[in-house]
Nanobody, 123 residues
Framework: VELVESGGGLVQPGGSLRLSCTST????????VGWFRQAPGKERRIVGC????????FYASFVKGRFTISRNNDKTTVYLQLNQLGPEDTAVYSC?????????????????WGRGTQVTVSS
């Protein structure tokens, strides 16, 4: 499964973006999909993740209700809606696939990654 992220860009504080993680091979319906971000000089950290069938997505505490993960109907794309963005959200956002939703908050659970998309929040 090859993953391609898109939708990043420059946005003003308080603005929104919708990131996409698209599979160019098999669909994503058999995988847990996670979104991570890495700011300059910092470690990659989980933003949120969702299973293919399990209930509500998991979100990191810093999300505070601002971000939402969803999947499209044909199971090839997972979205990350970013709202109320602030400068602290500036980072490269990447998606990855994991086999088990129960492990999806952990970086070690992922064995497949996209290249990422840059999100810059600045006035």
């Amino acid at each position: 499964v090859e993953l391609v992220e898109s939708g990043g860009g420059l946005v003003q504080p308080g603005g929104s973006l919708r990131l996409s993680c698209t599979s160019t091979g098999w669909g994503l319906n058999h995988y847990a999909v996670g979104w991570f971000r890495q700011a300059p000089g910092k470690e990659r950290r989980i933003v949120g993740c969702s299973g293919s069938r399990e209930g509500d997505p998991f979100y990191a505490s810093f999300v505070k209700g601002r971000f939402t993960i969803s999947r499209n109907n044909d199971k090839t794309t997972v979205y990350l809606q970013l709202n109320q963005l602030g400068p602290e959200d500036t980072a490269v956002y990447s998606c990855g696939t994991a086999w088990d939703y129960r492990d999806c908050p952990a970086f070690s659970a992922y064995d497949n990654w996209g290249r990422g998309t840059q999100v810059t929040v600045s006035s």
